[in-house]
């Protein structure tokens, strides 16, 4: 398996709603990694995840939560969101977190927040 | 920190044509430049990448050259296609904050036919 697989592939929620975004790799692969994408814009790097804890946090409000069960999987759950933060989601995932460690990329999430 | 500039914005050019998107950043300590497509609804893929160590890369009518001196490297299509449409984003990523891709503005590709 050589993918990066997210769900869903798209997310309607209210400002008061709360929703997870889900991340999956079978890659072995032991750094992932959460991105936001505005459109016409490259992606934007939140959250790092190496070994399973948390690496790198981005000044990221808290109003997103990341989590990383195991090595497999990258969750991040969402609560009282803002219309501005309506964007594609993508996740990545790279062996390490080695200079040249290839990151490798999910089809995204599009959330739209009401 | 590291930053990235892209040029151009925007490229048209005649199928069968050749296409050259250039790239500098600001770290001398990057080590790794990787380029990636995205596809309108995409997700961003990897396309060709080099390393530092390595001053140009070719993978069938794609080519990147890398020049440390000047740190500035640059995506070459030759040949093109129309299934080369897309956006291009170049990046890199620094041996000192290994974890972090800093990726340019990106490069919209039109290939007229």
């Known amino acids: 398996d050589t993918e990066v697989t997210q769900t869903p592939k798209h997310l309607v929620m209210g400002m008061t709603n709360k929703k997870s975004l889900k991340c999956e790799q079978h890659m072995g692969h032991r750094a992932m990694y959460w991105y936001k994408q505005k459109a016409k814009k490259p992606p934007e790097l939140m959250f790092v995840?190496?070994?399973?804890?948390?690496?790198i946090n981005e000044s990221v409000p808290s109003r997103f939560s990341p989590e990383c069960p195991n090595s497999s999987l990258l969750n991040l759950h969402l609560h009282a969101l803002q219309p501005e933060d309506s964007a594609l989601y993508l996740c990545?995932?790279?062996?390490?977190?080695?200079?040249?460690?290839?990151?490798?990329f999910g089809p995204g999430t599009r959330l739209t927040v009401l | 920190g590291e930053n990235v500039e892209q040029h151009p914005s925007t490229l048209s050019v005649q199928e069968g044509d050749s296409a050259v998107i250039k790239c500098t950043y600001s770290?001398?300590?990057?080590?790794?430049f990787p380029w990636y497509k995205q596809e309108l609804g995409k997700r961003p893929q990897l396309i060709i990448d080099?390393?530092?160590?390595?001053g140009e890369k070719k993978d069938q009518r794609i080519a990147v050259t890398l020049n440390k001196t000047a740190k500035h490297f640059s995506l070459h299509i030759t040949e093109t296609q129309p299934e080369d449409s897309a956006v291009y984003f170049c990046a890199a990523r620094s041996y000192s904050s290994a974890s972090k891709i800093i990726f340019g503005s990106g490069t919209r590709l039109s290939i007229r036919p």
């Open positions: 995840y190496s070994y399973e804890k948390l690496s």
């Open positions: 990545a995932s790279s062996q390490g977190e080695s200079g040249t460690d290839t990151q490798y």
């Open positions: 080099i390393r530092s160590n390595v």
């Open positions: 770290d001398s300590a990057s080590n790794y």
